[in-house]
C-alpha cells in the first residue's frame, strides 16, 4: 500500500529531538582498527560524523520508519550520505547534535515500485563551536 505523499509532506522540516554523543576512547580505537586507519587516538575518525547522526537524531530508525508509515512490505535503503566536516571531533569530549527533517519526495522506479525519500540534516557540535554537518537520505522502497 502507497503511502500519501500529504503524510510525506506533512514531515518536512520536522524537527527531531537531537541527542549528544561521547565517542569513548575505546569505541575509537575499535573504529580506527575496522577502517584501519592509524591516527592520533585523540581525534576521531571522520566515520563518527555519521556515528553521530544516526545516535542523535533523537528517534530510532524504526521511529522514523514509522513516521514515514512505512509497513511490513516496505524496504528501508541508506541513501546518499553528504558530510561536511568544520573540524574534527575529538576523543572523550561531548557533542551536541540538532536534527531536522529537511527534503521528502517520491520518485517511481523503472518498475513502477514507488521510492519515498526522506533527507535528515544532523548537524554537530559543541555549545561553542560547530564541528560539522551530515545530510542522511532514508530511501523507502514500498511493497505490495
Known amino acids: 500500500m502507497t503511502v500519501e505523499l500529504a503524510v510525506l509532506e506533512s514531515l518536512r522540516e520536522r524537527e527531531l529531538p537531537g541527542g549528544t554523543i ?3 576512547r575505546h569505541e575509537s580505537f575499535i573504529a580506527d582498527h575496522a577502517v584501519r586507519a592509524p591516527g592520533d587516538p585523540d581525534v576521531a575518525h571522520p566515520v563518527w560524523f555519521i556515528v553521530a ?3 542523535c537524531m533523537g528517534i530510532s530508525v524504526d521511529e ?3 513516521l514515514a508509515s512505512a509497513g511490513p512490505h516496505d524496504v ?3 541513501g546518499q550520505v553528504d558530510v561536511s566536516i568544520e573540524r574534527p571531533l575529538l576523543v572523550g569530549r561531548t557533542y551536541r547534535a540538532a536534527a531536522t527533517i529537511v527534503d521528502v519526495g517520491r520518485s517511481a522506479m523503472r518498475d513502477d515500485t ?3 525519500r526522506i533527507v535528515v540534516r544532523v548537524a554537530i557540535g ?7 554537518v551530515v545530510e542522511a537520505t532514508y530511501l523507502f522502497k514500498r511493497g505490495d
Not at 126 to 132: A, K
Open 22 to 24: 561521547e565517542i569513548p
Open 53 to 55: 547522526s544516526l545516535r
Open 64 to 66: 522514523l520508519m514509522a
Open 76 to 78: 528501508l535503503l541508506y
Open 114 to 116: 514507488v521510492l519515498d
Open 126 to 132: 559543541t555549545d561553542e563551536d560547530p564541528h560539522g
